[in-house]
């Protein structure tokens, strides 16, 4: 069974999937199933554009003390190491507006990548759950158009890179996360501050590593 999520040739599988070995290279097609849909949202070609709404995030307790798992994701379950990758921009304008990739094995197990508005100056940014969160961001003088964001499975750890071309990575961080095989791999984007902003992710793509 399929469902048509808007008036456009998005098809999401109920019930999301599996990236089998046969499979090496997922996009944005049958078998990605949306956390937190947000209200509007649309496909063309290979961007996907989505309105982040305003208080969304993903976050647990550390410093704030709330916890927040509304923001929006729209991923695949994959099994074993991967490597995913997508570009990614934003009309980012409000404290903490982001956008990027996300693995998650649950609501209290989960890592998001990318590029995080903080005091005026977008961040590479990424956050680690394992129960609590943590954060971790390198300010970029320059206004940021679109970034490469990267993230790398191997076993039980995660690594997160970004290139401005696509071709020449600088890996800025690496974590453990979880041994659990299958997790979700995705896109993300939250606006916990402001009144949302859009933000549009192209060229995505699993590799199964």
Aim: with cysteine; charged share 20%.
């Amino acid at each position: 069974m399929q469902l048509s999520l808007d008036r456009r040739s998005f098809m999401i599988a109920a019930g999301g999937g599996t990236l089998m070995p046969g499979a090496a290279r997922a996009q944005f097609a049958n078998g990605y199933i949306w956390l937190n849909e947000p209200a509007s949202w649309s496909q063309a070609g290979r961007t996907l554009t989505m309105r982040a709404e305003a208080k969304t995030d993903f976050w647990r307790k550390t410093f704030f003390g709330y916890i927040t798992d509304n923001g929006h994701l729209l991923g695949r379950r994959v099994e074993g190491d991967f490597v995913a990758t997508v570009n990614v921009s934003g009309k980012y304008a409000a404290q903490y507006d982001q956008a990027g990739l996300m693995v998650r094995l649950d609501r209290t197990c989960w890592m998001k990548c990318g590029v995080e508005f903080v005091d005026n100056v977008p961040n590479i940014s990424s956050v680690f759950t394992r129960d609590y969160s943590d954060w971790a961001g390198i300010p970029r003088d320059a206004q940021i158009e679109s970034l490469w964001i990267r993230v790398a499975r191997k076993g039980s750890a995660v690594t997160f890179s970004f290139s401005a071309d696509g071709r020449a990575y600088k890996e800025v961080r690496q974590g453990y996360l979880t041994d659990v095989p299958a997790l979700t791999v995705g896109v993300m984007a939250a606006a916990p501050e402001g009144t949302g902003f859009d933000a549009s992710f192209s060229g995505f793509e699993i590799v199964r590593a």
